[in-house]
């Protein structure tokens, strides 16, 4: 009798508890494990496609073959290793060599990581993708909106802030609302772009 | 063996005036911040619609063994599962929303309804039941949120499911995509339902 | 701005401009129920304080010292959950063996604590954003400290509300929700004082 309670206020829940966290865990890596693949193929388009925006080609954005092909087509990465390359020389549309340059800099809460695309002559930008940021939803996030990315196409640095929608000239970003201190973050990562480009672009050898 | 009346009850009652968003404010933690998105919202629904109906059946189907000491331990563990389930099926099959929606979908675990009902209605009910309780709570806490999020980005950026839908003549009110913006229109729902429920309490008299 | 100076920044806008509770939402069950009364708030606002800090600190060692070297870091929802919970128990098993006053003041709160979503919000948030160690600790504390202003204003408010006459749809969570509001916006003004990168 005794040892029977013994089991059951004892033993009985630690076994319990190694039970379900074995069939658990066993469930969700087995499917960690299935969808690992596809988690590594939308990474690599994830980069593609962000290339491709940056340097102003136009791509199907649902259409993963269509997008590798087009990449293949363009892009040529240099340097680094597969699947980090050191820049991508790139066929822009007009059909003169652009770059596209991956540019870090640091953000309101963490990293910002963009990839900007450049024309020959490494001062025009032919547009700009943010890989990864962590600004607040709503405020600083936005930088992520089309409107935004779009402004970035065919200016030139250094650049000043103006108040949202009122950039005109190419040296004026648009600054967005609720978010000063994010927008001033882009502006210094817009400010360096083109020399690290520069950079990072002679030293692989051009 | 539950009636059927038993078993509309159970599916109507969250719907309406036991909604768990408006009656007790409860479980909005991890989903009103991605309300300023029609879509990310209604993704961040399904998962949430996904996790309650499922853990509830699993706790429910399993509440005859599971030791009262390590109940709370064994529902999260639970829960927990569920959760990943949803966080790795976005991010294979819906990687742009995933990355939206960032740390949100982790959050799910430590949303209280789904907490909440696990240890109000699961532990106590069938699995059927459970299984109905689960899906009507999900869907009543969803909807709740997806009408907050339809106005934020509507009146925030004149769009919907990111398609322009009010012309040029419209001013995006700034606001409404920032955060006071969500506790304004969840303060506005819950005072036009309470409203309601009032009024018609006050008709009956 | 140096790279040692970055962990103050994280820390004073974890607690001004980017609230925790204020802009990402976190914490709010907890934040609603119990704010109607400023002596709990206060309890509970240290309570979270705490759990908070020691959390983040256990969770960036468990998350860069066990799951990443063994590449399971999908698992991470169910080890952070789990963390916090044994943590939470812990605690509480202690305070109520040394201190009956502590036990007194704190105990009841810190079952609350596990299910606040601000506390997982915390270690979730700092590993999406690749905080070090230093950065993580600052980040857990200063959204804590966050909070608990939070919470303890929104009491000395909903004190002084007591007395007064609201539409009576808007009474309880209503009313609570649009002063919350106004809160968000009020430290949105914080938003001009900090200086990071």
Known sequence: ?206 | MATRGKMKKTFTDPLGKNNPVFAQVLGICSTLAVTNKLENTVIMSLGVIFTTTLSGVTISALRKLIPGRVRMMAETLIIASFVIIVDITLRAYMPDVWQQLGPYVGLIITNCIIMGRAEAFAMNNSAGLSLIDGLSSGIGYAYVLIVIAFFRELMGTGELWGITILGDWWTNWAIMVMPPGAFFMLAIFVWVVKGAILKEEEAAK | MSESAYPIAIFFAAIFTNNILLSNYLGMCSFLSVSRELKTSFGLGVAVIFVMTSTSMLNWVVYYKILEPLGIEYLRFIVFIIVIAAFVQLVEMIIERVSEVLYAALGIFLPLITVNCAILGVSLFMVIRDYTFVESITFGLGSGIGWFLAILAMAGIRQKLKRARIPHGLEGAGITLIITGMMALAFMGFSGMLQIG
Not at chain 1, 5 to 33: C, E, H, K, N, Q
């Open chain 1, 1 to 206: 009798m005794k040892q029977e309670s013994m089991f059951s206020t004892r033993v009985y829940p630690v076994l319990f508890m190694v039970a379900l966290t074995v069939v658990f865990i066993s469930a969700v890596s087995g499917i960690f494990l299935t969808t690992e693949e596809r988690v590594r193929l939308n990474e690599s388009i994830f980069q593609k496609r962000a290339v491709l925006y940056a340097a102003g080609i136009d791509f199907p954005r649902d259409n993963p073959p269509k997008i590798q092909e087009i990449y293949e087509d363009r892009v040529q990465e240099v340097g680094g290793e597969q699947g980090q390359p050191d820049y991508f020389r790139v066929e822009l549309p007009s059909g003169e060599t652009g770059y596209a340059v991956y540019v870090r800099g640091a953000g309101l809460w963490g990293e910002i990581v963009s990839i900007f695309g450049f024309r020959q002559d490494l001062e025009t930008f032919t547009g700009v993708e943010f890989v990864e940021q962590n600004e607040t939803p709503g405020l600083g996030a936005r930088i992520t909106e089309q409107w935004y990315k779009e402004q970035f196409r065919g200016k030139s640095g250094p650049f000043q802030l103006v108040a949202e929608g009122a950039s005109d000239s190419p040296d004026e970003l648009d600054a967005l609302t609720g978010a000063s201190r994010t927008s001033e973050a882009v502006l210094k990562i817009a400010n360096k772009a083109a020399e690290e480009a520069r950079e990072t672009v002679e030293q692989g050898g051009e």
